[in-house]
């Protein structure tokens, strides 16, 4: 798992991520992806909870999140509300 800043690790690894946005306050409740999940926070916030354990990771525009598959986790768009972009990987 990794958060931050960086260069555009979606061409480093040869992903072409989908772009998605939310309205302030969207709510995702917990949930796991079978795939390794690459994400980045295009504008806007969004917060993740990592579950077990209630690990917050808060993403601003430019922050990357990478959960490993099967990861279980919860989002909230921030109070602008947030356009991020991802992609699958094995």
Do not use: Y
């Not at 969004?46 to 279980?72: C, K, S, Y």
């Amino acid at each position: 798992m990794s958060a931050g800043p960086g260069v555009d690790r979606f061409a480093q690894a040869g992903l072409v991520p989908s772009p998605w946005e939310a309205a302030p306050g969207t709510l995702f409740g917990a949930h796991t992806h079978p795939r390794a999940k690459l994400l980045t926070c295009v504008a806007g916030s969004i917060r993740f909870v990592l579950h077990p354990g209630e690990n917050v990771i808060e993403l601003g525009e430019g922050d990357w999140l990478e959960l490993p598959a099967g990861q279980a986790h919860s989002a909230v768009a921030g109070p602008a509300g947030v356009r991020c972009a991802e992609a699958f990987r094995d």
